[in-house]
Nanobody, 112 residues
Framework: QVQLVESGGGLVQAGGSLTLSCAAS????????MRWFRQAPGKEREFVAG????????IYAEGMKGRFTMSRDNAKNTVFLQMTSLKPEDTAVYYC?????WGQGIQVTVTS
């Protein structure tokens, strides 16, 4: 099992930026499948970005690439999600996953 702790969320104005971090501990490795999801109020949880095991570069959901950048620091077992040009519709709880384990989620609120 993997323990995941997200950080870096908060309140930001539209057009602003935030960088989320997710620190993993436990049964994790540099090849672990690491992903970000989000869930907005009243909506289903959706995929945002991820390092899928067989792909060295992150993949992004439609509409995320160009504004969101995912990276990883294998030495620290940490992944990041840099979010720029944020929009009110990016408001959601953001979750980090490692294989089948989920973090507790972190709130991102973008005001207009």
């Amino acid at each position: 099992q993997v323990q995941l702790v997200e950080s870096g969320g908060g309140l930001v104005q539209a057009g602003g930026s935030l960088t989320l971090s997710c620190a993993a501990s436990g049964r994790t490795s540099s090849t672990s499948d690491m992903r970000w999801f989000r869930q907005a109020p009243g909506k289903e949880r959706e995929f945002v970005a991820g390092f899928v095991r067989t792909v060295s570069k992150p993949i992004y959901a439609e509409g995320m690439k160009g504004r969101f950048t995912m990276s990883r620091d294998n030495a620290k077992n940490t992944v990041f999600l840099q979010m720029t040009s944020l929009k009110p519709e990016d408001t959601a709880v953001y979750y980090c996953t490692c294989n089948s384990d989920w973090g507790q989620g972190i709130q991102v609120t973008v005001t207009s």
